[in-house]
């Protein structure tokens, strides 16, 4: 009988993690996240994942602010496979996070073409926390 061990490193996780479902392009979602967060969203190299395939992704990055927005989908698969129906996942670093946190979440809701954004627990979704670590 074979065992599969698997080592475990407790993650110092420095962001938030947020599941947007939205039937928008990556592009136009990001223009529109744009416009009402007043940030940069860019496109840069797209995560890529073995056996997963290539997920878009768009960053805004400066000095005290870092928002990332990846997709859940691949023409070869799923990021996530446990939650399919997640369109984009929205990656924000603590310090801007900690500051504006109500007020991020209430502007994102008034983005018409964002239909549901919710948070991630991280401690619970070990995958996740995995996934987007740097």
Do not use: A
């Amino acid at each position: 009988m074979i065992k599969k061990l698997r080592l475990t490193k407790d993650l110092d996780v420095n962001f938030s993690l947020f599941s947007i479902i939205s039937h928008e392009k990556s592009y136009k979602l990001c223009w529109r996240i744009n416009k009402k967060l007043q940030i940069n969203l860019n496109r840069v190299e797209p995560l890529t994942i073995l056996k997963l395939g290539s997920f878009d992704r768009y960053r805004h990055f400066n000095e005290s602010e870092k928002i990332e927005v990846v997709s859940n989908r691949s023409l070869e698969g799923y990021l996530d496979t446990k939650d399919k129906k997640v369109n984009y996942f929205l990656k924000i670093e603590k310090p801007f996070f900690e500051r504006q946190k109500s007020n991020l979440v209430s502007k994102l809701n008034d983005v018409s073409e964002i239909l549901l954004i919710f948070e991630v627990d991280l401690e619970k979704d070990t995958n996740k926390k995995e996934l987007f670590y740097d």
